[in-house]
Protein backbone atom coordinates (compact mmCIF):
# COMPACT_ATOMS: atom_id res chain seq x y z
CA UNK A 1 0.00 0.00 0.00
CA UNK A 2 0.96 3.29 -0.65
CA UNK A 3 -1.33 4.73 1.67
CA UNK A 4 0.00 5.88 5.07
CA UNK A 5 -1.71 6.82 8.93
CA UNK A 6 1.02 8.58 10.76
CA UNK A 7 0.29 9.84 14.02
CA UNK A 8 1.45 13.26 14.79
CA UNK A 9 0.77 13.59 18.58
CA UNK A 10 -1.43 11.66 21.23
CA UNK A 11 -2.30 13.55 24.30
CA UNK A 12 -4.56 12.61 27.36
CA UNK A 13 -7.61 14.91 27.11
CA UNK A 14 -9.91 13.81 30.08
CA UNK A 15 -7.30 12.28 32.90
CA UNK A 16 -8.82 9.51 34.43
CA UNK A 17 -11.80 8.98 32.42
CA UNK A 18 -13.03 8.67 28.92
CA UNK A 19 -12.97 11.07 25.80
CA UNK A 20 -15.73 10.53 24.05
CA UNK A 21 -16.19 13.20 21.29
CA UNK A 22 -13.80 15.28 19.27
CA UNK A 23 -15.47 18.27 16.60
CA UNK A 24 -13.43 20.68 14.57
CA UNK A 25 -14.49 23.96 14.61
CA UNK A 26 -15.62 25.05 10.78
CA UNK A 27 -12.35 26.99 10.33
CA UNK A 28 -10.29 24.21 11.44
CA UNK A 29 -8.84 26.40 14.47
CA UNK A 30 -10.04 24.84 17.04
CA UNK A 31 -10.52 20.98 18.52
CA UNK A 32 -13.47 20.88 20.95
CA UNK A 33 -13.47 17.36 22.99
CA UNK A 34 -15.74 16.37 25.91
CA UNK A 35 -15.55 13.70 28.22
CA UNK A 36 -16.86 11.01 31.33
CA UNK A 37 -15.58 13.65 33.53
CA UNK A 38 -18.16 15.88 32.64
CA UNK A 39 -15.99 18.78 31.26
CA UNK A 40 -15.83 19.76 27.64
CA UNK A 41 -12.18 21.27 26.54
CA UNK A 42 -11.24 23.39 24.01
CA UNK A 43 -7.74 22.27 21.98
CA UNK A 44 -5.79 24.97 19.71
CA UNK A 45 -2.72 24.96 17.73
CA UNK A 46 0.46 25.82 19.35
CA UNK A 47 2.87 25.49 16.57
CA UNK A 48 3.13 21.67 15.99
CA UNK A 49 0.77 20.66 18.63
CA UNK A 50 -2.55 21.47 20.79
CA UNK A 51 -2.85 23.23 24.01
CA UNK A 52 -5.46 23.37 25.95
CA UNK A 53 -7.29 26.98 25.64
CA UNK A 54 -9.89 26.27 27.41
CA UNK A 55 -12.04 24.10 30.23
CA UNK A 56 -16.10 24.22 30.11
CA UNK A 57 -16.79 22.43 33.76
CA UNK A 58 -19.41 23.84 35.45
CA UNK A 59 -22.01 23.01 32.58
CA UNK A 60 -23.01 19.62 33.45
CA UNK A 61 -23.66 17.10 36.60
CA UNK A 62 -23.04 14.05 34.04
CA UNK A 63 -20.62 12.52 31.32
CA UNK A 64 -21.10 14.97 28.32
CA UNK A 65 -21.45 12.51 25.26
CA UNK A 66 -21.39 14.73 21.93
CA UNK A 67 -20.64 18.54 21.03
CA UNK A 68 -21.22 20.61 17.83
CA UNK A 69 -20.10 24.16 16.70
CA UNK A 70 -22.49 26.13 14.91
CA UNK A 71 -21.80 26.75 10.95
CA UNK A 72 -20.56 30.23 12.39
CA UNK A 73 -18.10 28.78 14.81
CA UNK A 74 -19.68 30.83 17.32
CA UNK A 75 -21.77 28.28 19.09
CA UNK A 76 -20.77 24.94 20.61
CA UNK A 77 -23.68 22.53 21.70
CA UNK A 78 -22.78 19.51 23.97
CA UNK A 79 -25.51 16.58 25.49
CA UNK A 80 -24.94 15.26 28.31
CA UNK A 81 -26.06 12.09 30.14
CA UNK A 82 -27.88 15.12 32.47
CA UNK A 83 -30.54 15.62 30.03
CA UNK A 84 -29.67 18.55 29.16
CA UNK A 85 -28.31 20.19 26.30
CA UNK A 86 -26.08 23.56 26.80
CA UNK A 87 -25.41 25.77 24.01
CA UNK A 88 -22.46 28.13 24.89
CA UNK A 89 -21.76 31.23 23.38
CA UNK A 90 -17.79 31.96 21.85
CA UNK A 91 -16.45 35.58 23.90
CA UNK A 92 -12.84 35.75 22.61
CA UNK A 93 -10.73 32.35 24.38
CA UNK A 94 -13.78 32.03 26.58
CA UNK A 95 -16.93 30.22 26.17
CA UNK A 96 -20.47 31.12 28.74
CA UNK A 97 -23.37 29.32 28.64
CA UNK A 98 -26.10 30.86 26.95
CA UNK A 99 -29.01 28.37 27.06
CA UNK A 100 -30.30 24.95 28.38
CA UNK A 101 -32.02 22.49 26.18
CA UNK A 102 -34.52 20.51 28.42
CA UNK A 103 -37.10 18.77 27.52
CA UNK A 104 -35.36 15.00 26.95
CA UNK A 105 -36.33 12.38 29.85
CA UNK A 106 -33.31 10.95 30.20
CA UNK A 107 -29.23 10.89 28.48
CA UNK A 108 -29.17 13.05 25.76
CA UNK A 109 -26.68 11.14 23.14
CA UNK A 110 -26.32 13.50 20.64
CA UNK A 111 -26.56 17.11 19.14
CA UNK A 112 -26.29 18.34 15.28
CA UNK A 113 -26.44 21.76 14.30
CA UNK A 114 -28.30 22.35 10.66
CA UNK A 115 -26.04 23.39 7.84
CA UNK A 116 -28.07 26.51 7.75
CA UNK A 117 -27.43 27.54 11.55
CA UNK A 118 -31.03 27.88 12.58
CA UNK A 119 -32.07 24.30 13.29
CA UNK A 120 -30.24 21.92 15.94
CA UNK A 121 -31.43 18.01 16.33
CA UNK A 122 -30.75 16.00 19.40
CA UNK A 123 -31.53 12.67 20.20
CA UNK A 124 -31.78 10.86 23.62
CA UNK A 125 -31.81 7.24 25.40
CA UNK A 126 -35.87 8.38 25.87
CA UNK A 127 -36.07 7.26 21.84
CA UNK A 128 -37.16 10.48 20.68
CA UNK A 129 -35.55 13.07 18.50
CA UNK A 130 -36.80 16.53 19.46
CA UNK A 131 -35.93 19.11 16.67
CA UNK A 132 -35.41 22.45 17.41
CA UNK A 133 -35.43 25.95 16.15
CA UNK A 134 -33.31 29.00 17.03
CA UNK A 135 -34.60 32.78 16.22
CA UNK A 136 -32.61 36.15 15.22
CA UNK A 137 -32.79 37.07 19.30
CA UNK A 138 -31.04 33.16 20.13
CA UNK A 139 -34.19 31.82 21.67
CA UNK A 140 -34.38 28.24 20.86
CA UNK A 141 -37.59 26.34 20.83
CA UNK A 142 -38.51 22.90 20.25
CA UNK A 143 -40.63 22.43 16.78
CA UNK A 144 -40.78 18.75 16.83
CA UNK A 145 -40.48 15.61 18.65
CA UNK A 146 -40.04 12.33 16.67
CA UNK A 147 -40.58 8.96 18.06
CA UNK A 148 -40.00 6.74 15.28
CA UNK A 149 -37.04 4.47 16.77
CA UNK A 150 -37.96 2.02 19.52
CA UNK A 151 -35.00 2.42 21.15
CA UNK A 152 -31.98 4.24 22.10
CA UNK A 153 -31.45 6.72 19.69
CA UNK A 154 -27.51 6.89 19.09
CA UNK A 155 -26.35 9.71 16.94
CA UNK A 156 -28.31 12.27 14.58
CA UNK A 157 -26.75 14.01 11.73
CA UNK A 158 -27.70 16.79 8.88
CA UNK A 159 -27.82 16.27 5.20
CA UNK A 160 -25.16 18.61 3.90
CA UNK A 161 -27.28 20.97 1.41
CA UNK A 162 -30.64 20.08 1.65
CA UNK A 163 -33.08 20.58 5.43
CA UNK A 164 -32.64 17.00 6.09
CA UNK A 165 -31.87 14.75 9.20
CA UNK A 166 -30.77 11.20 9.33
CA UNK A 167 -31.15 9.24 12.77
CA UNK A 168 -29.63 5.88 14.49
CA UNK A 169 -30.34 3.57 16.92
CA UNK A 170 -30.39 0.80 19.23
CA UNK A 171 -33.03 -0.57 17.28
CA UNK A 172 -30.85 -1.74 14.30
CA UNK A 173 -32.34 1.19 12.27
CA UNK A 174 -31.71 4.20 10.78
CA UNK A 175 -34.57 7.15 10.28
CA UNK A 176 -34.42 9.67 7.86
CA UNK A 177 -36.62 12.75 8.59
CA UNK A 178 -37.68 15.77 6.50
CA UNK A 179 -40.00 18.87 7.35
CA UNK A 180 -43.91 18.76 5.93
CA UNK A 181 -46.12 21.33 6.86
CA UNK A 182 -43.96 22.88 9.84
CA UNK A 183 -43.56 19.25 11.33
CA UNK A 184 -40.77 16.68 11.40
CA UNK A 185 -41.57 13.24 10.25
CA UNK A 186 -39.77 9.91 9.56
CA UNK A 187 -39.94 9.80 5.65
CA UNK A 188 -37.88 6.67 5.24
CA UNK A 189 -36.50 3.42 7.98
CA UNK A 190 -33.14 1.91 6.52
CA UNK A 191 -33.34 -1.33 7.53
CA UNK A 192 -30.18 -3.66 7.21
CA UNK A 193 -27.87 -3.86 10.01
CA UNK A 194 -28.27 -6.45 12.58
CA UNK A 195 -27.55 -4.99 15.92
CA UNK A 196 -26.79 -1.22 17.20
CA UNK A 197 -26.60 1.39 14.65
CA UNK A 198 -23.56 3.75 16.24
CA UNK A 199 -22.84 6.48 13.83
CA UNK A 200 -23.74 8.15 10.54
CA UNK A 201 -21.99 10.22 8.21
CA UNK A 202 -23.13 11.80 4.71
CA UNK A 203 -20.40 11.80 1.71
CA UNK A 204 -19.90 15.38 0.36
CA UNK A 205 -22.24 15.65 -2.20
CA UNK A 206 -24.99 14.57 0.31
CA UNK A 207 -26.26 11.99 -2.16
CA UNK A 208 -24.74 9.04 0.25
CA UNK A 209 -25.41 7.82 3.83
CA UNK A 210 -22.67 5.34 5.71
CA UNK A 211 -23.78 3.82 8.84
CA UNK A 212 -21.85 1.90 11.37
CA UNK A 213 -22.68 -0.84 13.57
CA UNK A 214 -22.18 -3.01 16.26
CA UNK A 215 -22.73 -5.48 13.76
CA UNK A 216 -19.45 -4.71 12.82
CA UNK A 217 -20.34 -3.84 8.84
CA UNK A 218 -19.86 -0.47 7.59
CA UNK A 219 -22.98 0.20 5.25
CA UNK A 220 -23.36 3.10 2.42
CA UNK A 221 -26.88 3.86 1.42
CA UNK A 222 -28.24 6.08 -1.59
CA UNK A 223 -31.72 7.97 -2.35
CA UNK A 224 -33.25 5.90 -5.01
CA UNK A 225 -35.06 8.41 -7.53
CA UNK A 226 -38.95 7.86 -6.08
CA UNK A 227 -42.07 7.45 -8.24
CA UNK A 228 -44.58 9.85 -9.08
CA UNK A 229 -46.14 11.00 -5.08
CA UNK A 230 -43.77 7.83 -3.33
CA UNK A 231 -41.31 9.23 -0.93
CA UNK A 232 -37.90 8.32 -1.47
CA UNK A 233 -36.56 5.28 -0.89
CA UNK A 234 -32.35 4.67 0.62
CA UNK A 235 -31.26 1.27 -0.64
CA UNK A 236 -28.29 -0.24 0.83
CA UNK A 237 -25.80 -0.37 -2.15
CA UNK A 238 -22.58 -1.60 -0.44
CA UNK A 239 -21.19 -3.21 3.09
CA UNK A 240 -18.14 -3.61 4.13
CA UNK A 241 -17.95 -6.31 6.20
CA UNK A 242 -14.42 -8.91 7.22
CA UNK A 243 -12.71 -5.80 7.98
CA UNK A 244 -13.93 -4.62 11.59
CA UNK A 245 -13.00 -6.98 14.62
CA UNK A 246 -15.53 -5.39 16.72
CA UNK A 247 -17.91 -2.77 17.49
CA UNK A 248 -17.88 0.40 14.80
CA UNK A 249 -18.36 2.93 16.93
CA UNK A 250 -17.88 6.24 14.77
CA UNK A 251 -17.32 6.73 11.01
CA UNK A 252 -16.69 10.12 9.13
CA UNK A 253 -16.51 10.99 5.63
CA UNK A 254 -14.18 13.30 4.53
CA UNK A 255 -15.57 16.55 2.81
CA UNK A 256 -12.31 17.45 1.07
CA UNK A 257 -10.92 13.72 -0.18
CA UNK A 258 -14.20 11.43 0.09
CA UNK A 259 -12.04 8.73 2.20
CA UNK A 260 -14.13 7.20 4.95
CA UNK A 261 -12.58 6.87 8.18
CA UNK A 262 -13.87 4.57 11.00
CA UNK A 263 -13.60 4.35 14.56
CA UNK A 264 -13.44 0.94 16.46
CA UNK A 265 -13.98 -0.97 19.44
CA UNK A 266 -10.71 -3.00 18.84
CA UNK A 267 -9.03 -0.09 19.36
CA UNK A 268 -8.17 0.47 15.74
CA UNK A 269 -8.20 3.24 13.46
CA UNK A 270 -8.99 2.71 9.26
CA UNK A 271 -9.11 4.61 6.34
CA UNK A 272 -11.46 3.34 3.23
CA UNK A 273 -11.17 4.83 -0.21
CA UNK A 274 -13.53 4.34 -3.06
CA UNK A 275 -12.85 2.47 -6.05
CA UNK A 276 -12.96 5.12 -8.68
CA UNK A 277 -13.82 2.37 -11.50
CA UNK A 278 -16.70 0.83 -9.53
CA UNK A 279 -20.51 1.56 -10.59
CA UNK A 280 -21.47 4.51 -9.25
CA UNK A 281 -25.10 2.69 -8.37
CA UNK A 282 -22.62 -0.17 -6.67
CA UNK A 283 -19.54 1.77 -4.87
CA UNK A 284 -16.67 -0.37 -3.50
CA UNK A 285 -14.60 0.72 -1.49
CA UNK A 286 -10.79 -0.82 -0.38
CA UNK A 287 -8.90 -0.37 2.73
CA UNK A 288 -6.74 2.12 2.48
CA UNK A 289 -4.71 2.19 5.77
CA UNK A 290 -5.19 0.71 8.98
CA UNK A 291 -3.59 1.19 12.53
CA UNK A 292 -4.05 -1.50 14.83
CA UNK A 293 -3.26 -0.22 18.47
CA UNK A 294 -4.16 3.42 17.67
CA UNK A 295 -5.54 3.24 21.35
CA UNK A 296 -4.80 1.25 23.93
CA UNK A 297 -9.06 1.01 24.66
CA UNK A 298 -11.87 1.20 22.54
CA UNK A 299 -11.72 4.49 19.73
CA UNK A 300 -15.25 6.14 20.10
CA UNK A 301 -15.04 8.99 17.97
CA UNK A 302 -13.10 9.86 14.54
CA UNK A 303 -13.35 13.36 12.74
CA UNK A 304 -11.62 14.78 9.49
CA UNK A 305 -9.98 18.64 9.79
CA UNK A 306 -12.56 20.48 7.69
CA UNK A 307 -9.61 22.50 5.73
CA UNK A 308 -6.78 20.64 5.90
CA UNK A 309 -6.86 17.42 3.53
CA UNK A 310 -5.94 14.34 5.61
CA UNK A 311 -5.17 15.54 9.14
CA UNK A 312 -7.63 13.51 11.14
CA UNK A 313 -8.23 12.97 15.11
CA UNK A 314 -9.78 10.06 17.50
CA UNK A 315 -10.13 9.83 20.82
CA UNK A 316 -10.39 6.77 22.97
CA UNK A 317 -12.05 5.25 26.26
CA UNK A 318 -8.69 6.15 27.95
CA UNK A 319 -9.10 9.44 27.91
CA UNK A 320 -6.63 10.34 24.84
CA UNK A 321 -7.16 12.43 21.79
CA UNK A 322 -4.24 11.13 19.06
CA UNK A 323 -4.06 13.59 15.77
CA UNK A 324 -2.75 11.71 12.54
CA UNK A 325 -1.95 12.77 8.79
CA UNK A 326 -3.31 9.91 6.59
CA UNK A 327 -1.77 10.54 2.61
CA UNK A 328 -2.49 8.65 -0.18
CA UNK A 329 0.00 7.23 -2.47
CA UNK A 330 -1.95 8.30 -5.58
CA UNK B 1 -59.97 -53.47 25.01
CA UNK B 2 -57.60 -51.90 27.83
CA UNK B 3 -55.84 -49.15 24.83
CA UNK B 4 -59.23 -48.10 23.38
CA UNK B 5 -60.48 -47.17 27.18
CA UNK B 6 -57.21 -45.40 28.02
CA UNK B 7 -57.66 -43.85 24.41
CA UNK B 8 -60.90 -42.25 25.36
CA UNK B 9 -59.68 -41.13 28.56
CA UNK B 10 -57.26 -39.38 26.79
CA UNK B 11 -59.46 -37.72 24.73
CA UNK B 12 -61.82 -36.56 27.07
CA UNK B 13 -59.11 -35.41 29.49
CA UNK B 14 -57.50 -33.46 26.56
CA UNK B 15 -61.13 -31.73 26.11
CA UNK B 16 -61.67 -31.00 29.17
CA UNK B 17 -58.58 -29.53 29.73
CA UNK B 18 -58.58 -27.33 26.29
CA UNK B 19 -62.31 -26.47 27.21
CA UNK B 20 -61.40 -25.03 30.87
CA UNK B 21 -57.94 -23.48 29.90
CA UNK B 22 -60.02 -21.38 26.83
CA UNK B 23 -62.37 -20.23 29.84
CA UNK B 24 -59.65 -19.23 31.88
CA UNK B 25 -58.01 -17.63 29.19
CA UNK B 26 -61.18 -15.62 28.66
CA UNK B 27 -60.89 -14.37 32.25
CA UNK B 28 -57.90 -13.38 32.16
CA UNK B 29 -58.10 -11.62 28.92
CA UNK B 30 -60.40 -9.70 29.85
CA UNK B 31 -58.89 -8.78 33.14
CA UNK B 32 -55.52 -7.62 31.13
CA UNK B 33 -57.61 -5.90 28.43
CA UNK B 34 -59.84 -4.10 31.46
CA UNK B 35 -56.23 -3.03 33.27
CA UNK B 36 -54.85 -1.65 29.94
CA UNK B 37 -57.97 0.02 28.77
CA UNK B 38 -58.34 1.67 31.91
CA UNK B 39 -54.69 3.02 32.34
CA UNK B 40 -54.98 3.84 28.06
CA UNK B 41 -57.96 6.24 28.97
CA UNK B 42 -56.76 7.73 32.31
CA UNK B 43 -53.68 8.80 30.23
CA UNK B 44 -55.90 9.89 27.20
CA UNK B 45 -58.28 11.61 29.47
CA UNK B 46 -55.69 13.43 31.59
CA UNK B 47 -53.54 14.61 28.30
CA UNK B 48 -57.30 15.96 27.26
CA UNK B 49 -57.95 17.75 30.15
CA UNK B 50 -54.65 19.27 30.59
CA UNK B 51 -54.23 20.43 26.52
CA UNK B 52 -58.07 21.98 27.11
CA UNK B 53 -56.51 23.99 30.36
CA UNK B 54 -53.96 25.30 28.51
CA UNK B 55 -56.03 25.87 25.77
CA UNK B 56 -58.56 28.04 28.05
CA UNK B 57 -55.33 29.71 29.61
CA UNK B 58 -53.90 30.81 26.39
CA UNK B 59 -57.16 31.71 24.11
CA UNK B 60 -57.53 35.64 25.38
CA UNK B 61 -53.40 36.08 24.81
CA UNK B 62 -52.61 37.53 21.86
CA UNK B 63 -48.91 37.82 21.73
CA UNK B 64 -47.20 35.82 19.29
CA UNK B 65 -45.52 33.36 21.81
CA UNK B 66 -49.11 32.31 23.22
CA UNK B 67 -50.44 32.10 19.70
CA UNK B 68 -47.84 29.74 18.63
CA UNK B 69 -48.24 27.70 21.86
CA UNK B 70 -52.55 27.43 20.82
CA UNK B 71 -51.09 26.19 17.17
CA UNK B 72 -49.20 23.48 19.26
CA UNK B 73 -51.83 22.14 21.17
CA UNK B 74 -54.27 21.92 18.39
CA UNK B 75 -52.35 19.16 16.82
CA UNK B 76 -52.67 16.13 20.46
CA UNK B 77 -56.49 17.91 21.29
CA UNK B 78 -57.08 16.90 17.45
CA UNK B 79 -55.50 13.61 17.49
CA UNK B 80 -57.51 12.87 20.72
CA UNK B 81 -60.46 13.59 19.37
CA UNK B 82 -60.32 11.31 16.50
CA UNK B 83 -59.30 8.90 19.05
CA UNK B 84 -61.67 5.41 18.22
CA UNK B 85 -62.96 5.38 21.74
CA UNK B 86 -65.09 2.11 21.15
CA UNK B 87 -62.68 0.40 18.92
CA UNK B 88 -60.41 -1.86 20.73
CA UNK B 89 -59.14 -3.53 17.94
CA UNK B 90 -57.91 -0.31 16.46
CA UNK B 91 -54.60 -1.12 14.63
CA UNK B 92 -52.93 1.98 14.91
CA UNK B 93 -53.10 2.79 18.75
CA UNK B 94 -49.86 2.23 19.71
CA UNK B 95 -48.65 4.68 16.83
CA UNK B 96 -51.21 7.31 17.04
CA UNK B 97 -50.55 6.91 21.40
CA UNK B 98 -46.86 7.53 20.25
CA UNK B 99 -47.85 10.59 17.99
CA UNK B 100 -49.82 12.12 21.18
CA UNK B 101 -47.29 11.72 23.82
CA UNK B 102 -44.73 12.98 21.01
CA UNK B 103 -46.84 16.16 20.25
CA UNK B 104 -47.86 17.17 24.58
CA UNK B 105 -43.86 16.50 25.28
CA UNK B 106 -43.34 19.46 22.27
CA UNK B 107 -46.04 21.22 24.30
CA UNK B 108 -44.98 20.92 27.68
CA UNK B 109 -41.71 22.43 26.26
CA UNK B 110 -43.37 25.19 24.84
CA UNK B 111 -45.07 26.03 27.73
CA UNK B 112 -41.86 25.44 30.46
CA UNK B 113 -43.92 22.83 31.94
CA UNK B 114 -41.81 19.38 33.02
CA UNK B 115 -43.28 16.51 31.88
CA UNK B 116 -43.16 14.11 35.07
CA UNK B 117 -46.62 13.52 35.47
CA UNK B 118 -46.38 10.15 37.46
CA UNK B 119 -48.40 11.51 40.04
CA UNK B 120 -51.48 11.51 37.80
CA UNK B 121 -50.38 8.71 35.02
CA UNK B 122 -49.01 6.01 34.43
CA UNK B 123 -48.15 5.36 30.82
CA UNK B 124 -45.46 3.39 28.47
CA UNK B 125 -47.42 0.92 26.62
CA UNK B 126 -48.71 -2.32 26.20
CA UNK B 127 -46.10 -4.87 26.88
CA UNK B 128 -46.11 -8.75 26.80
Known amino acids: MNDTLALLQKFNAHPDSRCWYVAWNPKGTLLASCGGDRTIRIWGREGDSWECKTVLQDGHQRTVRKVAWSPCGNYLASASFDAKTCIWKKKNDDFECLTVLEGHENEVKCVAWAPSGNLLATCSRDKSVWIWEVDEENEYECVSVVNSHTQDVKHVVWHPTQELLASCSYDNNVCVYKEEDDDWECRATLEGHTSTVWGLTFDPSGQRLASCSDDCTVKIWKECQPEEGTDAAWKCVCTLSGFHGRTVYDIAWCPLTGALATACGDDGVRVFKEDETADPDQPAFSLSAHVPKAHTQDVNCIAWHPKEAGLLVSCSDNGEIAVWNYQSGV | ?128
Not at chain 2, 3 to 24: A, L, W
Not at chain 2, 69 to 94: C, M, T, V, W
Request: charged share 30%; proline share 3%; aromatic share 10%.
Open chain 2, 1 to 128: MDSVITQSFHVEGYRKGFDEGTRQGMIDGRKHRASHGAKLSTEVSFDYGFGITWKCLLQNNTDVKARKRLKALESPLGLILKFPHEEPQYENLQEDMEKVRAKFRLVCSLLNVPTDFSDYVKSGGISF
